[in-house]
């Protein structure tokens, strides 16, 4: 959490964002496409959090 409250005071935005794959979902497919050569395009920034920082987060937010 400490990560994203130095990315805040920066005046970035982060936004964790979670959907199920390969279930029919209209745009799904070029959003991946589009997703995977914008990774490739940038320098890859890894964060290592606990995914309990999250958990519940996540849990509400897809149920």
């Not at 005071?9 to 982060?14: A, D, Q, R």
């Not at 209209?26 to 920082?53: F, W, Y």
Request: some cysteine; aromatic content about 4%.
């Amino acid at each position: 959490m400490e990560i994203l409250i130095q990315l805040k005071s920066l005046g970035k935005t982060v936004e964790l964002v979670w959907s199920k794959a390969h279930c029919g979902i209209e745009g799904n497919e070029r959003v991946d496409v589009l997703a995977k050569q914008a990774a490739l395009n940038v320098p890859l920034l890894t964060i290592t959090l606990p995914h309990t920082d999250f958990k519940a987060y996540i849990r509400k937010e897809i149920n």
